[in-house]
């Protein structure tokens, strides 16, 4: 037995989460923070069978697509001196973790 563990945009949990439901998967979503721009994301949980992890990972993928998103970044000239210019940074995608699970117990 495997966790698949994906760090996704808030954007796309919501589809990540029903599509994977559809395909008999039981998810878990944690609401989490980080990465570049401090932006939320959501952590979710998926304990599949080895033999349902590249199933796993390909719908995680389908569902998490990349974008590039223009942000306002502060720079620093001198001295109390500051211009706010934007940035394009590319967000979106996921990251995602498989885990070997020695034991699993349903309570």
Not at 21 to 28: D, H, L
Not at 80 to 96: C, K, M, N
Request: charged share 20%.
């Amino acid at each position: 037995m495997k966790l698949v563990l994906a760090i996704v945009s808030n954007d796309d949990s919501s589809s990540v989460s029903t599509a994977l439901n559809k395909e008999n998967y039981q998810v878990t979503r944690l609401a989490t923070t980080g990465g570049f721009l401090r932006a939320g994301n959501t952590t979710i949980i998926v304990g599949v069978e080895d033999d349902q992890v590249d199933g796993c990972i390909a719908i995680i993928d389908k569902e998490c697509s990349k974008r590039t998103e223009v942000v306002p970044s502060t720079a620093s000239y001198d001295i109390g001196r500051f211009a706010q210019f934007p940035v394009e940074v590319q967000v979106g995608g996921a990251t995602v973790f498989v885990i070997d699970v020695e034991q699993f117990h349903k309570l």
